[in-house]
T-cell receptor, first 109, second 115 residues
Framework: KNEVEQSPQNLTAQEGEFITINCSYSVGISALHWLQQHPGGGIVSLFM???GKKKHGRLIATINIQEKHSSLHITASHPRDSAVYICAVRETSGSRLTFGEGTQLTVNP | GEEVAQTPKHLVRGEGQKAKLYCAPIKGHSYVFWYQQVLKNEFKFLIS????????ETGMPKERFSAKCLPNSPCSLEIQATKLEDSAVYFC?????????????FGPGTRLTVL
């Protein structure tokens, strides 16, 4: 069992739909990151969370430390949101990131 | 600089040849992390540095892989005698602190292809 699990693995949506990507983890963490990887391969850090909720534009990230669960929401999705979304955690014991396997999101016009 | 820089963008090596990858962290960042991405989205931590000192090397393969961060030079990751399974994208990330407050900023990656 992976320490960080994401669901779904693949997600196809129509433009304008509300999207949720989930991340569950099994270790104690000091922070959780949501990353975006575009087809060209570059990685962009979207959020770093240790509690509660953060919002940036159409993106919202939440985390429930007790349940060891985080969600990434995209409101009013757009084709340019098509990318791989990766959840990564930093364990309390260290500084390295442990990554989930990513969610491939495709938003169709 | 304002971004993590990695060179080269692509590197092709024959099996058994040496490969050397470079990373320049964001100016003012003290920590550098190397990650290997193989097969779609499998990321593996390799090694991290605090300035020129190894911070955590528990992810480094025992053989063939080495890394350095020397003052006033880009950090480097070197693979001696490359194997087919070393084909991957190698990402470097940097952060100001390796603590609960850090955010890691990623470079564009170096795609290594071993033939």
């Amino acid at each position: 069992k992976n320490e960080v699990e994401q669901s779904p693995q693949n997600l196809t949506a129509q433009e304008g739909e509300f999207i949720t990507i989930n991340c569950s983890y099994s270790v104690g963490i000091s922070a959780l990151h949501w990353l975006q990887q575009h087809p060209g391969g570059g990685i962009v850090s979207l959020f770093m969370l240790s509690s509660g909720k953060k919002k940036h534009g159409r993106l919202i990230a939440t985390i429930n430390i007790q349940e060891k669960h985080s969600s990434l929401h995209i409101t009013a999705s757009h084709p340019r949101d098509s990318a791989v979304y990766i959840c990564a955690v930093r364990e309390t014991s260290g500084s390295r990131l442990t990554f989930g396997e990513g969610t491939q999101l495709t938003v169709n016009p | 600089g304002e971004e993590v820089a990695q060179t080269p963008k692509h590197l092709v090596r024959g099996e058994g040849q040496k490969a050397k990858l470079y990373c320049a962290p964001i100016k003012g960042h003290s920590y550098v992390f190397w990650y290997q991405q193989v097969l779609k989205n499998e990321f593996k931590f390799l090694i991290s540095f605090q300035n020129e000192n190894v911070f955590d090397e528990t992810g480094m393969p025992k053989e063939r892989f080495s890394a350095k961060c020397l003052p006033n030079s880009p950090c480097s990751l070197e693979i001696q005698a490359t194997k087919l399974e070393d084909s991957a994208v190698y990402f470097c990330a940097s952060s100001q602190w390796a603590s609960v407050y850090n955010e890691q900023f990623f470079g564009p990656g170096t795609r290594l292809t071993v033939l």
